[in-house]
């Protein structure tokens, strides 16, 4: 059980400070309402005149959907920075192929305007 007791402590740590930080937020943040708190979305885009309901644009989901994948793909440097010494040349060669390959695709993704807001 002595090997637990360092995570126990830092998950109430954590905890202790996500709920700190949301009451305190609570306590000492503004009330006023104004109208951007109280639109139904706030992604930077006006909706559209006489839409149905508070649609939001396809182009706002597929920019999200390429910055999360860009992301994950990114987190599968982190084993290799770790573990850089045990995997030696194959390992190395492996993923300098992988970064090759992500960055033609994100090459690829800013050529056909895929990053651009507009």
Do not use: Q
Request: charged share 15%.
């Amino acid at each position: 059980m002595d090997l637990y007791l360092p995570v126990v402590v830092l998950t109430a740590l954590a905890g202790a400070f996500a709920v700190g930080s949301l009451l305190t937020s609570a306590v000492v943040g503004p009330r006023r309402a104004n109208l951007a708190k109280t639109a139904s979305y706030e992604c930077g885009i006006e909706p559209a005149e006489g839409a149905r309901g508070n649609t939001i644009p396809v182009r706002f989901y597929t920019v999200a959907m390429t910055f999360i994948i860009f992301d994950v793909e990114i987190m599968f440097l982190v084993p290799w920075a770790i573990h850089f010494d045990a995997l030696g040349t194959i390992g190395y060669v492996a993923m300098m192929i992988f970064l090759l390959n992500l960055t033609i695709a994100f090459a690829y993704e800013w050529k056909r305007g895929g990053l651009d807001w507009d």
